[in-house]
C-alpha cells in the first residue's frame, strides 16, 4: 500500500482565454468547450474549435465523471505521485493526477470523481479519485 | 516532385565525448561540422546551407552558430520538432537541394546535459515561454519518463504487451553497444537484469530509459554531382516523411506514433517495403518507443511489437531486422537529449559498411532511420528517412 500524499501544485498558467475555466475551478466546477457550429466538445479549451475552427465554442459544466485512460506511478520523485489521463463522460480525455487513493491499486478503466486540489498561489486544480 | 536520388549523405561524424565539462556546446558543434566535413573531404568555404535545430543550436534560430563557424550561406533551416529534427533536416536539405537553394548542406546537433546535472527524464521542465496547453498539464507534474510510461501502460492493457517484451529491446541494443567504444554502458544485459531495475515510472524501469549524455554529431549533405566527385561511398536518399501527432482536442490515442502517418510515403516515395529493409535504426528514448515504431512504420501488425522484438530479433546477426547497432540512445548516447542525428549516422555507416564488424550487416544496400521528437505521451513530430547504398 502506497497511500498517495499531496505534494505541491504549481499554480496554473491563466491567461484571457482560459480565466473562465479558473474562475470556475475556485467555484468547485470543471468546464469544457463544446462547439455549437459541429457540436464537438474540446479540451484543453479554446476560442477556435480545433475540429472545425468555428469561433462558436461555449463553456459546458463536465459531470465529473471518468474513466482512467491510462496513468503511471512516478516513484523517482520527493513524493511519488500518480498522473493520468482520463476520459471524461462528456467525451474528451484529460491530463491529470490521481489522488486519495492506494498507488498502487490503480487500474485502467476504473471510475474516478472530479475533486480539487489547491495550487501555490493559484486558482485550484482539478484532479480526480477512484469513486 | 519527389526527393529520391536528388541528395547524398557524403560526410559524417560523431563526437567521442559523452561528458563534455571542458567543451562549450559552440565548441560541439563546430568540431562535429569540422568532423563532417574531413570525412567528406570538403572544407567549412563548400558549406552553403545549414540546417539545425533552434532549441540545441546557440542564438536566434542557428545565427550565433552561423556567426561562430564563419559561415557564408544561401540558405538556413533551423526548425525544431525536439529529438527528431535532425531526421526532418535529412528530408528538407534533399528538398532545398532539389530546388537549387543550396549544394553543400551541414547538419549539427551538440548538447552537453550531463555536464550540466540535468534531471531531463523524472523533473518536469516548466516552459520558459507559456504554451497553451502550460496551465492544463504541467500542474500535474509530466516530466519525460511518466508521459512515455502512460504511453507503454495503455499498450499493454490494450495488446498485451509485456515488461519482458519492452526489455528484449534493451538486451538487444546491449548486445551492440559492447563493441561501441564510446558507448556509456557497455555491459550486456539480460531481460531479468532490465526488469528487476529500480522502477522509475510505472512500467518503465531505469533500464527501459535511455541514457543522459553530452556530446552530438553532424552531417553533409549534397549533389549527386558533387558526391560522384568526392571519394566516399554513394549513400543517397530516396525517401523522406514527416507527421505531427497531438492531443486531437481531447481525442488522445496514447497506442500509436506519428509514425503512421510519416512512414507511408516515405516508403512510397523510395519504392520499397518495409520487409525490404536491411537495417533499421529507430529512435530508443524509451524501450516502448522502439515497439510502438516498430508496429506503426509496418515492420509488424499493430499490437505485435512485442513479440516482434523478443527472443533477440533485433540483435544483428541473429535477429531480422538489426536495430541500433551503435548500441542507440539506450546504451551509446543521447546527445542534447536528442536521438535523431545519431539514428541517421549509425545507418549510414551500415550503408557504407564502416559499422563494426561484429555487428555489420552483410549486404547492407537499403535502411531506415526513424524517431520522434516531443513527447509521445503529448505531441510530437515524427520522421522517416530511407537511405540506398549504390
Known amino acids: ?131 | 516532385m519527389s526527393i529520391k536520388g536528388k541528395a547524398y549523405v557524403v560526410g559524417i561524424y560523431e563526437h567521442p565525448t559523452r561528458l563534455a565539462t571542458d567543451k562549450t556546446v559552440p565548441m560541439l558543434h563546430a568540431e562535429c561540422a569540422a568532423g563532417a566535413l574531413a570525412d567528406a573531404g570538403l572544407t567549412k568555404n563548400d558549406i552553403d546551407g545549414y540546417f539545425c535545430a533552434a532549441g540545441d543550436t546557440p542564438g536566434l534560430g542557428g545565427l550565433s552558430m552561423v556567426d561562430y563557424m564563419g559561415l557564408k550561406l544561401r540558405h538556413l533551416d533551423s526548425t525544431d520538432t525536439g529529438g527528431s529534427s535532425y531526421l526532418l533536416q535529412v528530408g528538407h536539405v534533399a528538398e532545398a537541394i532539389a530546388a537549387g537553394k543550396c549544394s553543400v548542406a551541414l547538419i549539427t546537433l551538440a548538447g552537453r546535459p550531463r555536464a550540466e546535472g540535468m534531471a531531463t527524464g523524472t523533473a518536469p521542465r516548466a516552459p520558459a515561454v507559456p504554451m497553451p496547453e502550460s496551465g492544463f498539464e504541467f500542474p500535474y507534474a509530466p516530466a519525460t519518463a511518466n508521459m512515455y510510461a502512460m504511453c507503454a501502460m495503455r499498450h499493454m492493457h490494450q495488446y498485451g504487451t509485456t515488461s519482458e517484451q519492452m526489455a528484449w529491446v534493451k538486451v538487444a541494443a546491449s548486445h551492440h553497444a559492447q563493441y561501441n567504444p564510446h558507448a556509456m554502458l557497455r555491459e550486456i544485459v539480460t531481460v531479468e537484469e532490465v526488469v528487476n531495475s529500480p522502477m522509475i515510472a510505472d512500467p518503465l524501469h531505469r533500464l527501459d530509459c535511455c541514457v543522459i549524455s553530452d556530446g552530438g554529431g553532424a552531417m553533409i549533405m549534397t549533389t549527386p554531382e558533387i558526391a560522384r566527385s568526392l571519394k566516399r561511398p554513394l549513400v543517397k536518399l530516396i525517401g523522406a516523411g514527416e507527421a505531427p501527432k497531438h492531443q486531437m482536442g481531447g481525442k488522445i490515442d496514447l497506442t500509436y506514433s506519428g509514425a503512421v502517418w510519416s512512414g507511408p510515403p516515405a516508403f512510397a516515395e523510395a519504392g520499397v517495403k518495409p520487409g525490404d529493409m536491411k537495417y533499421a535504426s529507430i529512435y530508443d528514448s524509451f524501450t516502448i518507443t522502439v515497439i510502438m515504431q516498430l508496429e506503426d512504420l509496418g515492420f509488424c501488425e499493430k499490437g505485435q511489437g512485442g513479440r516482434f522484438v523478443s527472443d533477440g530479433n533485433l540483435i544483428s546477426g541473429t535477429g531480422k531486422l538489426p536495430f541500433n547497432t551503435d548500441g542507440g540512445g539506450l546504451c551509446n548516447n543521447h546527445p542534447s537529449n536528442r536521438g535523431g542525428l545519431t539514428k541517421v549516422l549509425e545507418a549510414v555507416r551500415q550503408l557504407r559498411g564502416e559499422a563494426h564488424p561484429a555487428v555489420q550487416v552483410k549486404n547492407c544496400d537499403l535502411a531506415l532511420a526513424h524517431g520522434t521528437g516531443g513527447s509521445l505521451g503529448t505531441r510530437h513530430n515524427a520522421a522517416t528517412v530511407i537511405m540506398e547504398r549504390e
Open chain 1, 1 to 131: 500500500m502506497a497511500e498517495a500524499k499531496d505534494r505541491k501544485i504549481p499554480a496554473p498558467a491563466v491567461n484571457v482565454e482560459t480565466q473562465a475555466f479558473w474562475d470556475a475551478t475556485v467555484q468547485g466546477k470543471l468546464m469544457i468547450k463544446k462547439c455549437t457550429a459541429c457540436g464537438e466538445p474540446h479540451f484543453y479549451p479554446r476560442n477556435l474549435c480545433p475540429f472545425c475552427f468555428s469561433d462558436k465554442t461555449e463553456w459546458v459544466e463536465a459531470s465529473g465523471n471518468a474513466t482512467i485512460y491510462t496513468y503511471s506511478v512516478m516513484r523517482r520523485a520527493p513524493v511519488p505521485y500518480a498522473i493520468a489521463y482520463v476520459t471524461l463522460a462528456e467525451g474528451p480525455t484529460i491530463m491529470t493526477n490521481i489522488v486519495d487513493c492506494d498507488l498502487d491499486a490503480i487500474k485502467i478503466g476504473q471510475a474516478v470523481r472530479l475533486v480539487f486540489r489547491p495550487s501555490e498561489g493559484g486558482p485550484p486544480v482539478p484532479m480526480f479519485a477512484p469513486v
